[in-house]
């Protein structure tokens, strides 16, 4: 099987990390579209990886473009520690932090990438952070939201009984339990927060049916 170059550099930079989270690493990317994911995501400017984890993605995004600045946040301090050894050698094209509300509300960026992390929160909590995203980006800039989708039902049903292992058995994800809200309902609020919106199945594959919600900011909303 042929292994992306980009992938082998950011194991590279994760090299001194303990056994179980390079583990991990290893099984996410196996399972998760990250290189087609990539593709969308601006090639320039600041991105922010919203739920970032030990920083897989983030590191990802950063190799595979250096004219991204990558901002990683997540709410899980060791592997927060993690993630900022292995970017060092990136110097500031790649950070990481722990404070979501301060930098959602004090910075902008190119576009905000969410990475299976709503289904953590309550409906409620879910359509906030939405909201708070949408403002947290540059007019022109975009809200790229990787959820499940409902169907084919089979590959839901997969999924969730590995996330009840993987949030209440295992405790390898943190989280307010699972909470997995219709597509309709997140287009909705994506809508409501000034998005065009567009979808992307990308579960081709994948035993997993990973889905992805595009959300564009229009220049209407430049200052």
Not at 152 to 165: I, T, Y
């Amino acid at each position: 099987m042929k292994v992306d170059p980009a992938f082998r550099e950011v194991m590279a930079l994760h090299r001194h990390s303990p056994p179980k989270a390079r583990a991990q690493m290893v099984v996410r990317w196996l399972t998760c579209p990250f290189e087609r994911l990539e593709k969308l995501v601006p090639r320039t400017g600041r991105i922010l990886d919203l739920g970032c984890g030990h920083g897989l993605f983030s590191s990802y995004l950063a190799v595979c473009s250096k004219e991204r600045t990558v901002v990683g946040v997540d709410i899980d301090d060791a592997k927060l520690a993690i993630a900022k050894r292995a970017a060092e050698p990136l110097g500031g094209r790649l950070s990481f932090r722990n404070d979501i509300s301060a930098t959602l509300a004090e910075e902008k960026f190119t576009a905000v990438v969410m990475v299976d992390v709503l289904y953590l929160m309550t409906a409620q909590v879910q359509r906030d952070l939405l909201r708070r995203a949408a403002a947290a980006i540059e007019p022109g800039g975009s809200l790229l939201v990787k959820e499940m989708a409902a169907l084919p039902k089979w590959k839901f049903d997969w999924n969730r009984l590995q996330e009840v292992a993987a949030v209440k058995l295992l405790k390898i994800t943190r989280g307010a339990g699972l909470h997995f809200v219709a597509a309709d309902a997140q287009r909705e609020w994506m809508v409501e927060a000034g998005l065009d919106l567009s979808d992307h199945p990308l579960d081709r594959g994948y035993l997993h049916p990973h889905h992805l919600l595009e959300g564009k900011k229009s220049q209407r909303y430049a200052d």
